[in-house]
């Protein structure tokens, strides 16, 4: 059973920044590609950036690119996603993910995911 713990979220104003973790086992970072959903009140959960197996291959959804940075540090069992220029429009409740079965290709949808997070709250004021 893989298990992820997140931290991180909090209260920001428009234009600052946040970092998010996300804790897992070794093994689940070594061996699994990751990544991070957000969910705002009344919406769907949407894919924010992911990252394959290879820790350079990183990819993001069109907005937040230019913004957000997901960083896969193996040796430390632990995803962080780097959020700067913050707007309010980001508010959602943030999940940490993980894909136990092998793919080489881009993940981005909920259903392609086996194990999540808590979630934690990120709430950026105008």
């Known amino acids: 059973q893989v298990q992820l713990v997140e931290s991180g979220g909090g209260l920001v104003q428009a234009g600052g920044s946040l970092r998010l973790s996300c804790a897992a086992s070794?093994?689940?970072?070594?061996?699994?590609?990751m990544g991070w959903f957000r969910q705002a009140p009344g919406k769907e959960r949407e894919f924010v950036a992911g990252s394959r197996l290879n820790g350079g291959n990183t990819y993001y959804a069109d907005s937040v690119k230019g913004r957000f940075a997901i960083d896969r540090v193996n040796a430390k069992n632990t995803v962080y996603l780097q959020m700067n220029s913050l707007k309010p429009e980001d508010t959602a409740v943030y999940y940490c993910?993980?894909?136990?079965?092998?793919?080489?290709?881009?993940?981005?949808?909920?259903?392609?995911?086996?194990?999540w997070g808590q979630g934690t709250q990120v709430t950026v004021t105008s």
């Open positions: 070794r093994r689940t970072l070594s061996t699994y590609a």
């Open positions: 993910a993980a894909r136990t079965t092998y793919t080489t290709v881009q993940v981005m949808g909920v259903s392609q995911y086996d194990y």
